[in-house]
Structures are given as C-alpha cells and as structure tokens.
C-alpha cells in the first residue's frame, strides 16, 4: 500500500472515530434534557420568589429621585447563583430650573414671541414600568448572615405620559436602557426555612432612552442614581 493510501486511511478511520464520538455525545446530551427539564416542571430547581422596595437619589446634572417596587420569580441553580424575570412600577421625580422655555412645553413645539417662562423652578414626575432579567450571586452560607450581589438589566417604558423633563434631557415613552445593580447583606428570617430573609442592600441605578429634539436642542436623559433597598426573599 503506498504512503498516499495509507494516510487517505487513517484519515478516514479518524474520521468516523470523532463522528461516533459526537454522535453518542449528542445522544447523551438528548437523554439528559429529559432529566434537566422534568425537576422544573416539578418544582425541584429550588423555586425563589424576591420582593424589593428601593430609594434612590439623583447624582450628577440629572438629579432625579426614584421609589420603585419590584418583584423577581425565577430558581436558584446552586448554592450562589439565582437567576429570574421581574417587573416593577418606577416613580420619578424631576426637580429642574425651566430658563427661558414655553410655557406647558411639549417636544416639538415652537411657540411664539411672549410665550417664555423665565428661571422658574419647576418639578415633574412619571412612572416608569421596568421589565428585567435578575443574576444574583450569594456569598456565604444560606443559613447564616451573608452577602449578596444582585443585578437588575433590561428595559424601562414610561406610562401615562408622553415625557418627563429633566435637568438635562427628555425622558420620553420609548423604551429606555434599565440597569440596576444591587450589593447588600442578607439576613435569614426563618431558622427552618432558610429560604426566608430579608436583604439589605446599597443600590446604583441608570436609566437612559434615545431621544433628540432640534428645536430646542434637548437630548436624552441619562439618569443616574444611588440609594438603598429592602428586599424580602422566599
């Protein structure tokens, strides 16, 4: 056999090696999911449900203050790591110096001569739905008092109104970026259940959305905030 054949054989040989390696990967691969999929549905990937109230205050040129309610639902996949879905109901408050802007601004607007407040110091406010995926990490045991990191990204969508003007921008009803992270002590509440406790956390929060406006050349607000939240978890 020559030099060519023989390796045109090993190669072919090394071949069907690595596809019934893959293939009987993937086999138990596909018998696993069973197994993975059937604890869910019956409760057994440790169901955790999360309750948080939070107070933030505005930091920078945007400062805007927020109180904000949210729940979390999702599994805790091992002894650190949590991951879920939630929602919450956002309140904005806006405190802002209005200089040389129409009265009852609306985006878009150009009024006429004689239509122009002068250095007044106005207040606006709104609710903001957040919508978000939730990674928490613990650390330390779950029956004794630890830390935690929580991490809240997604989207924030304003109701009810059209805009909210801020010191530096517009926050309008299109979707915004929502990104709130969360580091704190977590402090069992039930020596039976070691599920229960309350969390106590310092909080960062930013809230951004896309919006430009030539006319009176106001942009987008991006909104930075730190506070405190109080959470509890079942």
């Given at each position: 056999?020559?030099?060519?054949?023989?390796?045109?054989?090993?190669?072919?040989?090394?071949?069907?090696l690595?596809g019934?390696?893959?293939?009987?990967?993937?086999?138990?691969?596909?018998?696993q999911?069973?197994?993975?999929?059937?604890?869910?549905?019956?409760?057994?990937?440790?169901?955790?449900?999360?309750?948080?109230?939070?107070?933030?205050?505005?930091?920078?040129?945007?400062?805007?203050?927020?109180?904000?309610?949210?729940?979390?639902?999702?599994?805790?996949?091992s002894?650190?790591?949590?991951?879920?879905?939630?929602?919450?109901v956002?309140?904005?408050?806006?405190?802002?110096?209005?200089s040389?802007?129409?009265?009852?601004?609306?985006p878009?607007?150009?009024?006429?001569?004689?239509?122009?407040?002068?250095?007044?110091?106005?207040?606006?406010?709104?609710v903001?739905?957040?919508?978000?995926?939730?990674?928490?990490?613990?650390?330390?045991?779950?029956n004794?008092?630890?830390?935690f990191?929580d991490?809240?990204?997604?989207?924030?969508?304003?109701?009810g109104?059209?805009?909210?003007?801020t010191?530096?921008?517009?926050?309008?009803?299109?979707?915004?970026?929502?990104?709130?992270?969360?580091?704190g002590?977590?402090?069992?509440?039930?020596g039976?259940?070691?599920?229960?406790?309350?969390?106590?956390?310092?909080?960062?929060?930013?809230?951004?959305?896309?919006?430009?406006?030539?006319?009176?050349?106001?942009?987008?607000?991006?909104?930075?905030?730190?506070?405190?939240?109080?959470?509890?978890?079942?």
């Amino acid at each position: 056999m020559s030099i060519f054949k023989k390796t045109a054989a090993l190669m072919l040989a090394a071949a069907a090696l690595t596809g019934a390696s893959a293939r009987a990967q993937y086999y138990e691969i596909a018998n696993q999911i069973p197994q993975l999929i059937t604890p869910a549905l019956q409760g057994g990937f440790n169901y955790r449900g999360f309750v948080d109230a939070s107070f933030t205050g505005g930091v920078g040129t945007n400062g805007c203050n927020f109180l904000e309610f949210s729940t979390t639902q999702g599994f805790k996949y091992s002894n650190w790591f949590f991951m879920g879905v939630g929602a919450g109901v956002n309140v904005v408050f806006s405190n802002y110096e209005d200089s040389d802007m129409p009265n009852n601004f609306n985006p878009g607007y150009r009024p006429g001569n004689g239509d122009f407040n002068t250095d007044y110091s106005l207040k606006d406010t709104g609710v903001l739905i957040p919508l978000f995926t939730d990674f928490r990490f613990n650390i330390g045991q779950e029956n004794n008092v630890g830390a935690f990191i929580d991490l809240k990204l997604g989207a924030a969508f304003l109701v009810g109104k059209n805009y909210i003007r801020t010191p530096d921008g517009i926050l309008n009803n299109s979707e915004g970026f929502y990104f709130k992270p969360t580091i704190g002590v977590r402090i069992p509440t039930n020596g039976k259940d070691s599920r229960q406790a309350v969390n106590l956390g310092c909080s960062y929060q930013l809230i951004t959305n896309n919006y430009w406006n030539w006319g009176w050349n106001y942009n987008s607000a991006t909104i930075n905030s730190i506070g405190v939240t109080l959470g509890y978890e079942w």
